[in-house]
């Protein structure tokens, strides 16, 4: 089979498990994220919280080896058919569960002085997102400004924001008018932030990875209805690994509730939702056929495929596969819509070598 060359929307960077205690000084990097082993699971410690113990074993012999050294991750992607990609952090997602604002403030700067110099550095193919303060809105004007500086093209925020700071409230506006201005995307990757919803007993596996998604939904619906983005035209949100198929039913459902509803809302918008969501908002999936459709078949076009590289849930080591199974009867406008121009539209990187 040709190999499919393709730009990937949502993956991950491995961060150094010594980077904030070389980093930051020792009152704050005793309560940055670190994890222990022991007995086969892990520990982690943030902010003197205790988030997770996993089974480790199964997850570090499924670890592609460019998972730590990009080096080795440019010939992973080679291989695998991935040309650029937008890299998340892994630990330093930790940073939006913390309550201190100073703690936040330094593991970010932290973490995305190495991603640009460790990673970014390496090669132009690598989309570094910068991780800004939930806890301070100023805190997280000053970065994003000093992100853009130093040459980042996309911000991250979690899903969930922290109690009392939902992104419909006016505590947020300040960034999103310097988002706007500075023309960088803000991306939201789903299963981060505040706590976590966790189902126990039956299915509970495949309950608790259906609940990392809605957090995605009510993102989209708060930045909408409350006239952020109406306020903001020209600013993009993009939904990590969120899938696209719940988009357009949620501009149904929002189109819906601001006509039957009308003498209630507040405010009131200059566009539908509709339009603001299909125009402004943008979202990630890797696996999902569903995803096909909604570019399709029901006329949302912002979407991007991505690898999920070094996850799990991802895509390494069949890339592949996946693309031909996803593609192959695929319309050529749509497949390069949805793996290289809607990438290229808002993360602004150059063609692959080769399209198929």
């Known amino acids: ?52 113990r996993d089974p480790i074993a199964f997850s570090d012999a499924m670890r592609p080896p460019g998972a730590e050294d990009p080096r080795i991750r440019l010939e992973d992607l080679d291989e695998q058919g991935v040309w650029a990609e937008v890299v998340f952090p892994s630990r330093a997602l930790w940073t939006t569960i913390m309550t201190d604002r100073e703690l936040a403030r330094e593991c970010g700067k932290a973490y995305n002085d190495w991603c640009l110099s460790e990673v970014m550095g390496v090669s132009p193919r690598f989309v570094g997102v910068a991780v800004v303060s939930v806890l301070d809105t100023d805190d997280a004007v000053a970065e994003l400004a000093r992100a853009v500086s130093a040459g980042y093209r996309a911000v991250f925020l979690p899903a969930t924001p922290p109690e009392g700071r939902d992104f419909n409230n006016e505590v947020w506006e300040p960034l999103w008018a310097a988002a706007a201005e500075a ?14 919803k966790v189902a126990r007993g039956p299915g509970g596996a495949v309950i608790n990875y259906v609940e990392t998604f809605y957090p995605a939904q009510r993102t989209v619906a708060h930045l909408v209805a409350s006239g952020v983005l109406d306020r903001y035209p020209g600013l993009r949100i993009v939904m990590a690994e969120s899938g696209a198929t719940f988009v357009p039913a949620l501009a149904d459902r929002m189109d819906e509730a601001y006509r039957q509803h009308d003498m209630f809302v507040r405010p009131k918008l200059s566009r539908r939702p509709s339009e603001i969501i299909y125009s402004q ?12 459709g909604t570019a399709t078949a029901l006329g949302f076009r912002n979407v991007m495929w991505g690898s999920d590289y070094p996850h799990l849930e991802g895509t390494f080591p069949n890339t592949q596969k996946v693309l031909h199974e996803l593609f192959d009867d695929v319309a050529q406008d749509v497949r390069r819509r949805i793996t290289i121009d809607c990438f290229n539209e808002v993360f602004g990187v150059a063609e692959p070598p080769v399209t198929v």
């Not at 060359?5 to 010594?18: I, M």
Request: charged share 25%; hydrophobic share 40%.
């Open 281 to 292: 908002v943008y979202a990630s999936f890797q696996h999902d056929p569903s995803a096909i």
């Open 1 to 52: 089979m040709a190999k499919i060359w393709v730009n990937s929307a949502d993956s991950h960077v491995l961060e150094p498990h010594d980077l904030w205690r070389d980093a930051l000084p020792k009152r704050l990097a005793d309560r940055a994220p670190r994890a222990e082993r022991a007995d086969g699971r892990e520990t982690v410690y943030v902010d003197g919280q205790i988030i997770r």
């Open 183 to 196: 023309d960088i995307p803000i991306c939201f990757h789903i299963g981060t932030g505040a706590e976590q």
